[in-house]
């Protein structure tokens, strides 16, 4: 099993980075990102620092990755966060220099494109943090969600471990950042169905994962994804963005990985709740139900075609959906199917 660095966490006070290493839509919605920044000042006591491009469309990749070296290099930035997801961001990884990263290592915050730095650190033995996004997480309309910010603050400020939580009610509908006033609106909310659980047994484990649509493209790249002996004994996560992919699809990258040999190497399966609306697929509360449902089956379908045992847990509160649990990408977790409880080490 892999072993990976510990990182120093920042204290209040402290001056944290802020980029966009794939769209820079903070320049589209500077009122959101502003809320999001003065968020984390009032709510973590932390100092944001924007970096060139953090507001910037369209920004090359050199840029964008010297970005993401100068704050990682940069000894009074004690954590990176991004600002949102993006779809371009695999060719980034060319682009930056992994020894400034091994020199500097930090907590890195991010999910969904972002994936992509976090398998590049992945490999150099830096543990990182699936999740949070100045646009989305940290300024959430009518308040960051008490379970993503309790997640939040012990994978940002604190250390040990923490049981996973479970919402009653979560929410997939965005609402339209080109009003500003939709900031101070309450999100349609709806009941959580609470995990689902196939597999028993107890086990434990060093976490990697990420968005399914990207590491298609990673495992097609063949670049920053880990060995066949990285994965023994590995928790696998995965979740899926406001693509809404086919159900098979998501599937067939599990059949890809059984093809491997990955779903024998890995120890447990985690799935984020998948993300059903979007503003292009304004699906109604039963159409997302079903392809909810339809997901899961193709997940178990796929997984115990190589597997009839490994624990598999979907619908759970990590990825694009609110509220968020944080997830220690290189970090430990127990699964423990004999209590139905999650633990993560942050």
């Not at 920053?224 to 899926?240: L, N």
């Not at 979907?314 to 997830?327: A, E, M, R, W």
């Amino acid at each position: 099993m892999k072993e990976f660095m510990r990182l120093d966490k920042p204290v209040p006070g402290d001056r944290v980075g802020i980029v966009s290493p794939s769209a820079g839509l903070p320049g589209l919605y500077p009122w959101v990102q502003e809320l999001g920044l003065q968020r984390l000042r009032d709510q973590f006591g932390l100092i944001p620092v924007e970096y060139p491009t953090t507001r910037q469309m369209g920004s090359s990749y050199e840029e964008r990755a010297q970005d993401l070296m100068d704050a990682f290099a940069d000894p009074g930035i004690t954590a990176v966060l991004t600002s949102i997801g993006g779809e371009d961001e695999i060719g980034l990884i060319t682009y930056l220099d992994p020894e400034v990263f091994r020199a500097n290592p930090k907590p890195f915050f991010g999910y969904s494109d972002n994936t992509n730095i976090h398998n590049f650190l992945w490999e150099l033995d830096i543990p990182s943090f699936y999740g949070c996004s100045t646009l989305v997480e940290l300024a959430a309309p009518g308040g960051i969600p008490p379970l993503t910010q309790r997640s939040l603050r012990s994978a940002l400020l604190g250390t040990g471990e923490m049981e996973m939580e479970v919402s009653t009610r979560f929410t997939d509908i965005n609402l339209d950042w080109g009003d500003p006033a939709n900031l101070e609106r309450t999100p349609i909310m709806e009941p959580n169905d609470g995990p689902y659980w196939d597999g028993d047994a107890d086990v434990n484990g060093i976490l990697w994962g990420g968005c399914c649509e990207v590491l298609f493209g990673l495992m097609a790249s063949g670049r920053h994804i880990p060995t066949d002996e990285d994965v023994d004994g590995a928790i696998f996560y995965m979740e899926t963005s406001e693509l809404v992919p086919e159900p098979f699809l998501v599937g067939y990258l599990l059949t890809a990985f059984g093809e491997r040999g990955w779903l024998d190497r890995f120890s447990a399966i985690l799935v984020g709740r998948p993300k059903a609306w979007y503003f292009d697929k304004p699906n109604d509360a039963a159409t997302k139900a079903a392809y909810r449902e339809a997901q899961r089956h193709e997940i178990l379908r796929a997984v115990r075609a190589y597997n009839p045992t490994i624990p598999v847990v979907q619908n759970l509160d990590f990825g694009h959906t609110s509220p968020q649990f944080i997830v220690p990408n290189g970090g430990h977790a127990r699964v423990l199917g004999s209590t139905r409880q999650i633990f993560f080490t942050y």
